[in-house]
């Protein structure tokens, strides 16, 4: 047994004796112990760990060109020399092309291809080309100056960012085809239950898309998350602008206060057929198809509405509060009373909303006291004073209590005062009330 472990030993010791003859190479330091003095080396080695730079320094100390020394150095190694460094397109390795890169560029070597196979390298000194990945021992090697290196590599960094730019262009083009045909989707799936809009919400977390039905049923869905970001981003950039569909006509995308909320509206084409009363359409097969092709509408349920308001015209509203959570509950409540609800963060951006000359004025404005850089009480005093604006009625919400506050508030113009303690119903009833008992002619 003992005779055999040593034989075992033994073969493994020559093994590891071939292995360093075959990964052995030639070495510049070997070069440069005939082409400089000692003196030199030590200077040279002392001065920079980085071995890229030897032949540069070393060229300097005995007053010659780097590409001078590099070629001596080729020849007492007896290597191919090679002047010009063809810069590599490491595309061929996909996602290790970077990694490739950092590792030849911190060795001061590049590499030779054919195809998609290594075929050689060319490096400043070439032992160290033996700790590389891609180096199996069969490759032809070439020495070469830094600085061509260099440039070579940097030219192979170029080709790696121009592949990745026409990756990111084609994938970008292929997110905005997907989130196209996703708003084509949701579009027909509207129009074809009679609605003029749909809004895309995002609510504690969740994001779903939402649309009013012909009978007055509100529609629910989900969209695909794997679309839903580059469908944001899509619909973000259009803020403002219309879109051509070919059912509807022009659509009208308008964000909600934030790039998570968007509403696309268009109006009633006069070709359109309308669905005898009572008859809920099918969703069309070529939207069923489509959905199911591209796995967005995941899910469609419809919910029945409180009462047959379907007669009474959307009354719009404006809604000045920060708080997304509160508007977004008290934008459902609102829907429910048939209203149209527009919101804003603050009075700096509720005025310039009232100056859109191609907004609608709103029949009633609920603000908050208490937001930032412009607050209720300003935000009031402002509407009061503008002689377009100060017969629209102005409820003002604030979680502050007391007498004076109120009758102050009434004074400057506000039509009633709600607490935000109390049940956002009670705002509606609220806004119910001042809706029926104010003339349209008087509010606008």
């Not at 920079?48 to 001596?72: I, K, M, N």
């Not at 291809?113 to 070439?126: L, N, R, S």
């Not at 017969?391 to 400057?412: C, F, K, Q, R, Y």
Request: glycine share 6%.
């Amino acid at each position: 047994m003992k005779s055999l472990q040593n034989a075992v030993a033994a073969f493994l010791r020559r093994r590891r004796r071939i292995g360093e003859d075959t990964v052995r190479l030639p070495s510049l330091v070997k070069a440069m112990r005939t082409l400089v003095p000692r003196s030199v080396m030590r200077e040279v080695m002392g001065s920079s760990h980085d071995r890229r730079q030897w032949g540069v320094l070393a060229a300097a100390w005995v007053g010659v060109s780097e590409r001078e020394f590099v070629s001596a150095a080729a020849r007492e190694l007896r290597m191919p020399y090679q002047d010009n460094v063809v810069a590599p397109d490491l595309t061929v390795f996909g996602p290790k092309a970077r990694s490739i890169l950092s590792d030849l560029r911190k060795i001061g070597a590049s590499v030779i291809i054919d195809g998609v196979e290594v075929v050689g390298f060319v490096a400043t000194d070439p032992a160290e080309v033996r700790g590389l990945a891609l180096f199996d021992g069969t490759q032809s090697l070439a020495i070469a100056p830094w600085t061509e290196i260099a440039k070579a590599l940097d030219r192979a960094e170029r080709i790696i960012a121009e592949a990745q730019a026409c990756l990111d262009n084609a994938e970008s083009a292929r997110q905005s085809d997907l989130s196209r045909k996703v708003i084509d989707i949701l579009i027909s799936e509207a129009s074809a239950h009679g609605a003029t809009s749909f809004e895309i919400l995002t609510y504690e977390g969740k994001t779903r898309y939402q649309f009013q039905t012909l009978e007055g049923r509100m529609a629910l869905g989900t969209i695909n998350p794997g679309a839903l970001e580059a469908l944001i981003v899509h619909l973000s950039s259009l803020d403002g602008e219309t879109i051509a569909h070919e059912v509807v006509g022009r659509v009208l995308v308008r964000m909600l206060g934030s790039p998570a909320n968007v509403r696309l509206s268009w109006k009633v084409r006069s070709e359109r057929l309308l669905l005898p009363e009572n008859e809920t359409p099918e969703i069309s097969q070529q939207c069923v198809r489509d959905a199911d092709m591209l796995r967005q509408l995941q899910s469609h349920e419809f919910a029945r509405p409180q009462r047959d308001t379907l007669a009474a015209p959307a009354q719009p509203i404006l809604v000045v509060d920060d708080n997304q959570m509160f508007c977004r509950v008290l934008e459902k409540l609102l829907r429910r009373e048939q209203c149209d609800v527009a919101f804003a963060e603050n009075g700096e951006q509720a005025l310039e909303k009232l100056g859109d000359s191609k907004g609608l004025l709103p029949r009633l404005i609920i603000c908050d006291l208490h937001m930032p850089r412009m607050n209720g009480r300003e935000f009031l005093s402002r509407v009061k004073s503008d002689s377009r604006y100060r017969l629209i009625p102005v409820v003002v919400l604030t979680s502050d209590e007391g007498a004076d506050l109120e009758s102050n508030l009434l004074e400057l113009g506000a039509t009633a005062f709600v607490s935000k303690s109390k049940d956002p119903r009670v705002l509606c009833a609220q806004v119910a009330r001042i809706l029926r008992d104010t003339p349209v002619e008087e509010a606008a």
